[in-house]
């Protein structure tokens, strides 16, 4: 039995950010990125991360993966709808991310 994703969430989403990414967003490469990210991007994420004009649910071997697209950068992040929690797990150019 798949689970469905209710496009009314109830309640916000909490952003959880890991250790690769506070690694990779301190770097002087995406650390311009990251005001933008924490100021616009994570709104969005906490409302719903599951649907929007960047977001994309990532297929194959990332099934359970999804991207938000910031220019040329990708945002990877996965949900965990039981916790109410969005893990934010990396940025990355889109050159070297795929």
Do not use: C, W
């Amino acid at each position: 039995m798949s689970k469905k994703v209710d496009t009314k969430l109830s309640s916000q989403f909490q952003i959880a950010e890991t250790d690769t990414f506070s690694k990779n967003i301190s770097n002087r490469k995406y650390a311009f990125l990251y005001p933008k990210i924490k100021n616009y991007v994570y709104p969005i994420l906490k409302n719903n991360p599951f649907f929007g004009a960047n977001i994309k649910k990532l297929k194959g071997d990332f099934s359970g993966y999804y991207r938000y697209r910031i220019g040329k950068y990708r945002l990877f992040y996965t949900v965990d709808q039981d916790r109410i929690i969005v893990f934010i797990i990396n940025i990355q150019h889109r050159k070297e991310s795929y």
